[in-house]
């Protein structure tokens, strides 16, 4: 039995506690939480963009603590879940880490990238996993995109371009610090930067243009640049100022033989292009809203069973994903194509 302990009971917070009732071999034991209604079960006040609303919880069956440092040093907890503020990871990760804990961390791995590379760093040197919780590649519909190319059956890869963008989130103070929540960029974007870096392998250069709000892209175009001449490979993220636009997500991605094709959250379901001319949309496994995580978590803690690198959550992956939208943002300011 893997026993988890999670750090920061908001949204993701419990949003991982439920994923992980269905996570066989796993138990949540510990919670770590500064605010202490929370920690006492009140989660009445916790609410996000989808999912359930927070309700009160029964905490006599865990261990509850008010400071990192006792959660790390509790010999109950084998893995430390941080669904902390981003610019929290780097010390937080670090510190489990060298307490001898694996750690799940929310995405992004960090805000810096310099940090980003030293919580990989400290896995290494920990002998510890550190796995992020870039929940993407773990939807029906990306799912489906990433089997099609390990397996070939669509031919060759040839690109795609990749959306997302929601109206301007006025409910979360400090968005458009870079150094606090990171943007779109860096609470948003990531997330197809990540999935493309799964997909295609790390680009050579990116060439980006957009408007910002501060230092902050606030909505941007990136053309991603590869070794491959034929790889077209795009993406459009950012806020828009008109609270009527919901959030849309969704990609079209270019085989040789086929395209693959969705908008997550407008009604378009994962449609296939075929070279025949024919149209398919092929029946998608629907879990809930919890479904992607209880997978993603699910691939995190048998990694950490099976002593095996994640193919999709490592935290390698996760520091390329961060240091690929911080070229961006170079790229936005200088006008120019920022090499890798």
Same mark, same amino acid.
């Given at each position: ?80 879940? %941080?669904? $902390? ?5 780097? =010390?937080?990760?670090? &510190? /489990?880490?060298?307490? #001898? !804990? ?6 992004? %791995?960090? $805000? ?5 590379? =030293?919580?990989?760093? &400290? /896995?290494?040197?920990? #002998? !510890? ?212």
């Amino acid at each position: 039995m893997l026993r988890v302990g999670i750090t920061g009971i908001g949204f993701m917070g419990m949003i991982h506690y439920l994923a992980y009732q269905k996570v066989p071999g796993v138990q949540v034991v510990a919670f770590c939480e500064k605010i202490p209604e929370r920690l006492a079960g009140d989660w009445t006040k916790i609410k996000g963009n989808f999912g359930p609303a927070g309700t009160m919880m029964d905490m006599s069956p865990f261990a509850t603590y008010s400071e990192l440092e006792d959660l790390i040093a509790d010999p109950q907890v084998d893995m430390v879940d %941080i669904c $902390l503020p981003p610019n929290q990871h780097a =010390a937080a990760t670090i &510190a /489990a880490l060298k307490g #001898g !804990k694996d750690v799940f961390c929310e995405k992004p %791995i960090s $805000l810096d990238a310099a940090e980003g590379e =030293a919580m990989v760093q &400290a /896995a290494k040197e920990s #002998g !510890k996993q550190l796995n992020i919780g870039h929940v993407l590649p773990f939807f029906p519909a990306y799912q489906y995109i990433l089997e099609a190319h390990q397996s070939g059956r669509f031919g060759q890869l040839l690109g795609g371009n990749f959306t997302r963008v929601i109206s301007d989130p006025q409910w979360l103070p400090h968005y458009y610090e870079m150094d606090v929540v990171g943007g779109a960029l860096l609470d948003l974007h990531i997330h197809d930067a990540h999935f493309i870096r799964c997909l295609f392998g790390m680009p050579r250069a990116v060439q980006s243009v957009g408007r910002c709000r501060g230092e902050a892209p606030e909505y941007f175009n990136t053309q991603f640049l590869f070794d491959n001449p034929e790889w077209v490979v795009t993406a459009t993220s950012g806020v828009i100022r008109q609270q009527s636009r919901p959030f849309t997500a969704g990609f079209e991605v270019h085989f040789e033989k086929a395209t693959l094709l969705t908008e997550c959250f407008m009604g378009m379901p994962l449609t296939i292009l075929h070279e025949d001319g024919s149209i398919e949309k092929p029946e998608l496994p629907d879990d809930g809203d919890t479904g992607p995580f209880t997978a993603e978590l699910t691939e995190a803690t048998r990694a950490i069973v099976e002593n095996r690198k994640s193919s999709l959550l490592s935290g390698d992956l996760a520091s390329d994903a961060l240091r690929l939208c911080h070229k961006e943002n170079e790229s936005i300011h200088s006008g120019k194509r920022v090499e890798i």
